[in-house]
């Protein structure tokens, strides 16, 4: 497959004006979009419906917008898969308004509960929403950035569950009939709810998470945050070491924090390791939670 993307992008760039040679371009689309996150039928169906419209729309917009991708493409530095994920993120990401994302939370409701029908329309409305680029993000001043990426993307993976669960719930003849406006709402609600779950579990003696992102800042010898860190670092039992990200026993939990340790971000941490931010953080996340009550028992003894 990617051998004939290659053949296909290389034929297409020899091309002084590649619109005008239509079958090329169809080809390098058709080609591209065999890929696609969504747009795609049930094995053995032919597409038809919301998922129709979604690949005529894409194709659509990708033979508009590959010359001038093309014009750009250096071989050399990128690979043509590479090159045609890419294209067809943002493609996609102008693709999928909410009047995509809408037809999708119907085609779900169209199905009964644990059917295959639904549950291919939900995973595709799911993949929509977050390609689409319009999840909201509530409250972001409130919060350090590094804290509110913990909070968010906790909080984005319970709104997109919910989705999927209430997907009935979703009245498209209510108020300005937006898909999105709904999605927003839970999620908002829901930030909020992550926040307050954060707040229950503080401590005066144990930072909290807030806290855990901002150590790297000057500490006293004998604060709970650099005996924290000392813990952390020194990992006697080596069960922070043993906690890691799966099939990654590199990108493991004590390594991590110690990088927030040393001030490092996330963005950072991502280049380091090769691993997306959101894994990163929903991860230290859950170790947070996790490694709490051990965090609190030695900082008591």
Known sequence: MDERLTQLVQQAQQVADIQKNQPLLNQLVEEMLRSR??????????????????????????????????????????????????????????????????????????????????????????????????????????????????????????TLTYVCCAIDNYD???????????????????????????????????????????LAQPQDSDSPAQLLRDYIEQDADQVFESAHIRDRPDANFR??????????????ISTQLGIKVPTLSSFFQRCCQKFAPRFQEYLSS
């Open 37 to 158: 996150p969504v747009g795609r039928s049930l094995p053995g169906q032919p597409l038809a419906g919301v998922y129709q419209a979604i690949y005529d729309r894409a194709h659509q917009q990708l033979c508009e917008v590959i010359p001038d991708a093309l014009s750009q493409y250096n071989p050399t530095r990128t690979s043509a898969r590479d090159w045609a994920m890419a294209v067809q993120t943002g493609v996609f990401k102008q693709v999928l308004e909410d009047t995509q994302l809408k037809q999708l939370a119907i085609e779900a409701q169209r199905h009964p509960p644990r059917t295959v029908e639904r549950q291919q329309a939900l995973t595709q409305l799911v993949t929509a929403i977050k390609l689409s680029g319009r999840l909201a993000h509530p409250h972001r001043a409130t919060f350090t950035p590094s804290f509110y990426d913990l909070l968010y993307d906790e909080a984005v993976n319970r």
């Open 172 to 214: 498209p003849e209510r108020g300005d009939r937006k898909f999105m406006n709904w999605v927003n709402f839970r999620l908002e609600r829901v930030l909020l709810d992550c926040r307050a779950e954060f707040s229950d579990r503080e401590t005066t003696e144990l930072p909290n998470l807030n806290d855990l992102d901002n």
């Open 255 to 268: 390594v991590i924090a110690l990088d927030r340790f040393n001030d490092k971000s996330w963005d950072d």
